[in-house]
């Protein structure tokens, strides 16, 4: 059974830094896109970062750009996702997700065929 576990939220405070990692298990990661999405209590959950299967090409919500970066090593079958600067707004469950390499675009939420539970991250102001 595949399965994607996130881990490294938690609370901090506004201009800190978190790392969160998605360890994939049960499969090979290399043909798979991998993205981080975001959730916030009474909103839709939202793209926030994806990288292609061969972590060459990554793409960021206008909102993240320039203070998160999306990482993955597939001899590891782990991604990351480095948030600096954070802010409030950056508040959410965040999740890690998978889509297979060669269908549909990167940053739909629909595109993405498996998921993990999710991990909170709190920004305090």
């Known amino acids: 059974q595949v399965q994607l576990v996130e881990s490294g939220g938690g609370l901090v405070q506004a201009g800190d830094s978190l790392r969160l990692s998605c360890a994939v298990s049960?499969?090979?990661?290399?043909?798979?896109?991998m993205g981080w999405f975001r959730q916030a209590p009474g909103t839709e959950r939202e793209f926030v970062a994806a990288?292609?299967?061969?972590?060459?090409?990554?793409v960021y919500a206008d909102s993240v750009k320039g203070r998160f970066t999306i990482t993955r090593d597939n001899a590891k079958n782990t991604v990351s996702l480095q948030m600096n600067s954070l802010k409030p707004e950056d508040t959410a469950l965040y999740y890690c997700?998978?889509?297979?390499?060669?269908?549909?675009?990167?940053?739909?939420?629909?595109?993405?065929?498996?998921w993990g539970s999710g991990t909170q991250v709190t920004v305090s102001s």
């Open positions: 997700a998978s889509k297979p390499y060669n269908i549909g675009g990167l940053i739909a939420v629909g595109q993405y065929d498996l």
């Open positions: 049960g499969r090979t990661n290399s043909n798979y896109d």
């Open positions: 990288i292609e299967w061969s972590g060459t090409s990554t």
